[in-house]
C-alpha cells in the first residue's frame, strides 16, 4: 500500500531528494523497479536522448504511437509548470492525485530497501514512479526522455525496442565528456540488444562510435539525415508568422509521406523525420498516412518557439545552449523575417551564456537579463556583461521573470522572445497564461 502522500507532500519529498544529485549506477534504480515488481517490463519502451530535439522527438513518436490506437505514456523533463507535465498518459498529464500515488509507491519501495543500496535521486524516484503510473494505466508503449546522458540514467533500467539518438553537441560536459566523442560513447549506451537505433542528423561526425555499439548489441540502424540515410525530408513550405505552419515530405525507411503539416518552425523538420522512423521501427510497418496527418496537424510542443501571445507576438523557448540558441536564430529570421524581436534571457550558470548570446545576439534588438527562481541561475548583472562583451544591447536588467516582462513590454512591438533556459521559459508560461 502506497503511502498516502497529497500532491503538495510530494513535491517536498523531491525537494528533499533533490540534495542527493546524480547517481552514476543503474544499481539503485535496478533495485527500486524489482521492489515494485517491474513496472518496466509491462509495455514496450522507447528511450529518446540527444543534446537537443529530444523532448520534441519523445513527444512526437508517442503522439504518432498513440494516433495508431496504441495506449502511449510519454516521461520527459524537466517541466514548464507543474511536476504532472513529465508523465502523460495519451496526452494527457496524470492528475496530481496519480502523481503523488505514484511517488507515495516509489519512496516506500525505497524505503523498504536495505541501506546497501544507498539513496535515491529526485530523477531515480520520479522514473520509477512515471513506469509505475504508465504500467496502471495499461500503457502498450513508454516512450522515455532520457534526462542525462545514457550510460547511467535512469531510464535506462528498461530494455528498449527503440533507440533514438538525435544528436550529440558539447553539453553537461562535466558529466559526460569533454568532447563530442566522449559524450557519444555515454549516450550509446542506450542502444541495446533487442532495439532498433534510430541515429539523427545531429549524429554526425560521430556516428562512428554509434555504429559500432549498434554491431556489438546487434541492433539494427536506421539513418535519419546521416551519410547514407533511410529516412529524408524536404520542407516544402516555410511558415511566415508565429503560429503559422510548415508543411514537408518524409521519405521513411518504409514509406514515402508527403505533404504533412505541422504548426512548428522548419527546424522541427528533422525532429519530425527522426519520430516518423523510430514509430515505423516501433510498428514494424509503414505508418497509415492518415493517422499520421491527425497526429501531426494536432501537435504542439510547450515551450519550444510556442507562441502564448498573437498581437505584439510573444514566444517561449526554452533553447539552453550555444546549438540550441543556433536553432532558435533560425527560426525567428524564418518567422520575424526583417523584424528583430526583443528577448528576455535567463541563463543558468552553469551553461556556455557567452554562445547563447553570440548566437541570438544578431537576431535580436536589444536583451531584458533576467534569472529563474532557482540557486542555479546565472545573476542578471553578470548575464549583462556577458551580452554587452556578446555585442548584444541591453535594455535592462531584471531579479524576477515577471519583472523582465513588465520591462520588456515597451520595446516589443516586432515581437517578444523569452529563451535561455527551460526554467525562465516555464515561468514566463506561468505568468502569461495566468492574464
Not at 527500486?32 to 517491474?38: G, K, P, R, S
Not at 536583451?367 to 553578470?382: E, I, K
Amino acid at each position: 500500500m502506497a503511502t498516502t502522500f497529497t500532491y503538495a507532500a510530494a513535491l517536498e519529498a523531491l525537494d528533499r531528494a533533490l540534495k542527493f544529485g546524480i547517481n552514476p549506477s543503474l544499481d539503485g534504480i535496478r533495485s527500486l523497479v524489482a521492489a515494485m515488481e517491474h513496472p518496466d517490463r509491462a509495455f514496450h519502451s522507447a528511450q529518446v536522448t540527444g543534446t537537443n530535439g529530444k523532448t520534441s522527438v519523445t513527444r512526437l513518436l508517442s503522439a504518432i504511437l498513440h494516433a495508431h490506437g496504441l495506449r502511449t505514456g510519454t516521461y520527459t523533463s524537466p517541466h514548464l509548470i507543474s511536476y504532472t507535465e513529465r508523465m502523460v498518459i495519451d496526452g494527457v498529464p496524470i492528475a496530481e492525485e496519480e502523481f503523488a500515488f505514484s511517488l507515495g509507491s516509489a519512496i516506500d519501495a525505497a524505503a523498504g530497501l536495505s541501506s546497501d543500496v544507498g539513496v535515491f535521486t529526485e530523477f531515480e524516484l520520479l522514473t520509477a514512479a512515471a513506469l509505475s503510473a504508465f504500467a496502471r494505466a495499461g500503457a502498450l508503449w513508454a516512450v522515455l526522455e532520457v534526462g542525462m546522458g545514457g550510460r547511467w540514467d535512469a531510464t535506462s533500467v528498461v530494455a528498449p525496442r527503440v533507440s533514438v539518438i538525435t544528436g550529440v553537441g558539447l553539453d553537461h560536459m562535466d558529466r559526460l565528456g569533454s568532447t563530442r566523442e566522449e559524450i557519444a560513447a555515454d549516450k550509446a549506451c542506450i542502444i541495446k540488444t533487442g532495439s532498433v537505433a534510430i541515429l539523427g542528423p545531429g549524429c554526425v561526425g560521430v556516428e562512428q562510435i554509434l555504429l559500432e555499439r549498434a554491431a556489438k548489441s546487434g541492433a539494427p540502424v536506421v539513418r535519419v539525415g546521416l551519410p547514407g540515410a533511410d529516412v529524408t525530408w524536404r520542407v516544402t513550405s516555410s511558415p511566415d508568422a508565429a503560429g503559422a505552419a510548415m508543411v514537408l515530405d518524409v521519405d521513411g525507411a518504409l514509406a514515402p509521406y508527403t505533404g504533412l503539416l505541422v504548426h512548428a518552425p522548419s527546424y522541427q523538420a528533422p525532429n519530425v523525420a527522426v519520430a516518423i522512423a523510430a514509430a515505423e521501427a516501433a510498428l514494424g510497418q509503414p505508418l497509415d498516412e492518415a493517422l499520421l496527418r491527425e497526429a501531426l496537424g494536432e501537435m504542439t510542443f510547450p515551450g519550444r518557439f510556442e507562441l502564448v501571445r498573437v498581437v505584439q507576438p510573444i514566444v517561449i523557448d526554452g533553447a539552453h545552449n550555444p546549438e540550441a540558441s543556433a536553432v532558435l536564430a533560425g527560426a525567428v529570421r524564418e518567422v520575424f523575417q526583417n523584424a528583430n524581436p526583443v528577448f528576455v534571457l535567463g541563463v543558468m550558470a552553469d551553461k556556455d551564456a557567452a554562445g547563447i548570446v553570440q548566437a541570438l545576439a544578431p537576431v535580436s534588438a536589444g536583451f531584458v537579463c533576467t534569472r529563474s527562481n532557482t540557486a542555479r541561475a546565472m545573476a542578471p548583472a553578470m548575464l549583462a556583461e556577458v551580452v554587452r562583451n556578446g555585442g548584444g544591447v541591453v535594455l535592462g536588467i531584471a531579479d524576477s521573470v515577471a519583472e523582465a516582462l513588465e520591462c520588456a513590454e515597451p520595446y516589443s512591438g516586432a515581437g517578444l522572445i523569452v529563451a535561455g533556459s527551460i526554467y525562465v521559459a516555464g515561468e514566463a508560461r506561468a505568468i502569461l497564461s495566468a492574464q
